[in-house]
């Protein structure tokens, strides 16, 4: 299937690693051009070096600052005269206990994934009105359908999946589709590194590491393993093909049966 990427511009955040690179690495395969944002700069230069033949445009952007945002979009419009597509992928976790989750760190992931999203949908609106076409996918999480016990990520997740519903009805009349790609746990290195959830997961429970993460998968996924970030970003490159584009307003699970609902 021809997804009708090779001529668009592409955006995704959080690109140095995990799903955002990953969709990188599959947009390119499609021919898409890249503009590629993190906060990780020594990232960004290892995934453009993976991206030889591509084009593509890489910078270090704090995603929770309005100014930087700005810059970033307009340095985009300027380099490649044209925004098709943006991936609002930016994201982190943190599991705490929920009577005494520091509100300093709920509103900086707020700024990361709720805010960040809004304001970078935003400016990309304009460029999707001039092209006639336009499609917006966020990395929302079934943490944002069902509970999983991170106060922060979860709730900001269920906001992330109605700014989708939001923006694509504001957005259907002039061409732009918006959707969101709702994953289960996906074997990135936010459960990887340490510190983050694979460290967490095991002193809440008491295992180590890896025995964690494996016991979580076995014991909350259907399918008995975790994502790879290349399963999520093909869902993420297919909702902005031109294949798909009549699809708008979606959060589509890819989870390995996780939810239970039939939402």
């Known amino acids: 299937m021809d997804l009708g990427l090779s001529s668009r511009v592409v955006i995704v955040t959080g690109a140095a690693s995990g799903i955002g690179k990953a969709a990188a690495l ?8 890249l503009a590629l944002a993190d906060i990780n700069l020594k990232g960004l230069e290892a995934v453009k070096k993976l991206l030889k033949g591509t084009k593509v445009y890489i910078e ?4 929770t600052k309005e100014a930087a945002c700005k810059t970033f979009i307009a340095n985009v419009a300027k380099k490649f005269k044209r925004i098709d597509v943006l991936v609002n992928n930016a994201g982190t976790a943190l599991m705490g206990d ?22 970078l949908t935003q400016l990309c609106i304009p460029h999707f009105k001039k092209n006639g076409w336009g499609s917006v996918v966020n990395t929302a999480s079934i943490f944002g359908k069902q509970p999983g ?13 109605m700014i989708t519903k939001d923006f694509s009805s504001y957005c259907a009349p002039f061409n732009v589709n918006v959707n969101a790609v709702c994953p289960g746990p996906v074997d990135t290195p936010l459960w990887h590194e340490k510190g ?10 008491g295992m180590k590491k890896d025995e964690a993460i494996d016991w979580f998968a076995k014991t909350n996924i259907p399918m008995g393993r975790y994502a790879t970030a290349e399963e999520i ?12 584009h009549y699809i708008t307003g979606v959060a589509i699970n890819v989870d390995g049966g996780m939810v239970k609902c039939t939402l």
């Open 60 to 63: 270090q952007v704090d995603v």
């Open 233 to 244: 970003a093909n869902a993420i490159v297919f909702l902005s093909s031109v294949p798909a």
């Open 149 to 161: 016990g991170l106060l922060s990520y979860d709730t900001i997740k269920a906001a992330d999946i």
């Open 26 to 33: 599959a947009y390119a395969k499609e021919g898409a051009t």
């Open 98 to 119: 929920m009577e005494t989750f520091p509100e300093k760190v709920f509103r900086s992931h707020a700024e990361l994934m709720m805010y960040a999203p809004v304001r």
């Open 196 to 205: 983050q959830l694979g460290d967490q997961l095991a002193a809440a429970t």
